[in-house]
Nanobody, 123 residues
């Protein structure tokens, strides 16, 4: 199972972008997940997370602008980013914990990190 983040790109200040996080290899049901970001020269920080029950939590910098969500099948997690600012420029990573089934039908709990997707906010 590999977790893949996608949807990053270049956007102008004030614009919007949605990044996605999904697993490849097996059907991985996501219980809880988080989006993190790391700007050059800075530590990785939590941007938003979602619990298995659907509760969400946001960094102060993301409140009111970003929305984390999960699809009904619990295979993909999204981060909708609006009103983007140059300081949002970073590599965005997803982390998800959940489960998949082996070929023998046994459930395996696991947590994975995605490879990151670059978000650049610039005019």
């Amino acid at each position: 199972v590999q977790l893949q983040a996608s949807g990053g790109g270049l956007v102008q200040p004030g614009g919007s972008l949605r990044v996605s996080c999904a697993a490849s290899g097996k059907i991985f049901r996501i219980n809880a997940a988080g989006w993190y970001r790391q700007a050059p020269g800075k530590q990785r920080e939590l941007v938003a997370d979602i619990t298995s029950g659907g509760s969400t939590n946001y960094a102060d910098s993301a409140k009111g602008r970003f929305t984390i969500s999960r699809d009904n099948a619990k295979t993909t997690v999204y981060l909708q980013m609006n009103s983007l600012r140059p300081e949002d420029t970073a590599v965005y990573y997803c982390s998800a914990e959940g489960y998949y089934y082996t070929e023998n039908g046994e459930p395996v709990m696991a947590r994975y990190w995605g490879q990151g997707t670059q978000v650049t906010v610039s005019s």
